[in-house]
């Protein structure tokens, strides 16, 4: 079983940045595909980013490229998500998610609120 534990959203105005870090408690974290995921108010999950096993390869959404960058830290179990020239659009919950497979999550945190400002 793993546990993934989000934390460091909040408010931010537009233009500006937040970094999420997800916490993962598991003894083999470097086993695990790592992505994050975001929901706007009334729209599906939709995919923000992955991280391969050893952090070497990396995947965004098109919305997000170039904005955001996705990294981890396979001694402390933690994948970060840093989010610069935030937009309001990027207002959701954000999710972070592991699995065995890239695009195969089997496991996901209890989001965390980034809200945007304009």
């Known amino acids: 079983q793993v546990q993934l534990v989000e934390s460091g959203g909040g408010l931010v105005q537009a233009g500006g940045s937040l970094r999420l870090s997800c916490a993962a408690s598991v003894r083999t974290f470097s086993s695990y595909v790592m992505g994050w995921f975001r929901q706007a108010p009334g729209k599906e999950r939709e995919f923000v980013a992955r991280?391969?096993?050893?952090?070497?390869?990396?995947y965004y959404s098109d919305s997000v490229k170039g904005r955001f960058t996705i990294s981890r830290d396979n001694a402390k179990n933690t994948v970060y998500l840093q989010m610069n020239s935030l937009k309001p659009e990027d207002t959701a919950v954000y999710y972070c998610a592991a699995g065995y497979r890239i695009a195969v999550y089997t496991y996901w945190g209890q989001g965390t609120q980034v809200t945007v400002s304009s």
């Open positions: 991280i391969s096993w050893s952090g070497g390869t990396t």
